[in-house]
């Protein structure tokens, strides 16, 4: 089985659309999404309906659960509680549905380091953990009790066969590993392979939504320097 996993969407259709456009020149089996459809960006709505028609697991990030009220705002300082406020007033109800009913609440993804959780794994004994919230692609292993890894940039091919690995897709909408394109990972569960992949996106038209919306500069400013 091929899977496609996204994680760290954050409103960003443009990022969003470009990753799918990416991922139907060689349809996978399945999409997995590791949480934070919103939060940030300025078209949440759109991306809970892309990711509700074409995901078969969705987890919810915290970014998700905020605006769906289940973590407090307060939690939120500076500009991720201003667009997670606006998030909230603009979310219309089928994207309020989606995110209270089909993202599955995540146990522990959102609260743990990736460090911490790849403790988890190896403690656990699971051959393949997935993880988001951190927006930095990453790949670690653990073979013959030896770890070993780290960012994993565009292009980065990991083997899975007969290791234990935690790997982090990084960020479609808001990538924090100073490449600026949108971050996808492709797994293929029969070789066991994984593959890490950017793909170019429009980064100054979700730029202008996000000023047009009135969210924090900052924000906007980040996404072309994917910091
Ligand atoms: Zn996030």
Redo the contacts with the bound molecule.
Sequence with gaps: MRVAVVS?I?SNLHALEAVLAAIDAEPPDELWCLG?IV?YGPRPNECCAAIAERADVCLA?N?DLAVRGAIDLAEFGGEAGVAARWTREVLEPEAQEFLHGSARDPVWEYVLSDQVAFVTIALANVPLVLV??S?VALQIVLANDEVEGGVAPAGTEVELDGVQALLNPG?VG?PRDNDPRAAYLLLDLDSWRASFRRVEYDVARTQREMRDAGLPELLAARLELGL
């Design positions: 760290d954050h934070d939060g990030g970014h988001g919230h927006h960020a808001q």
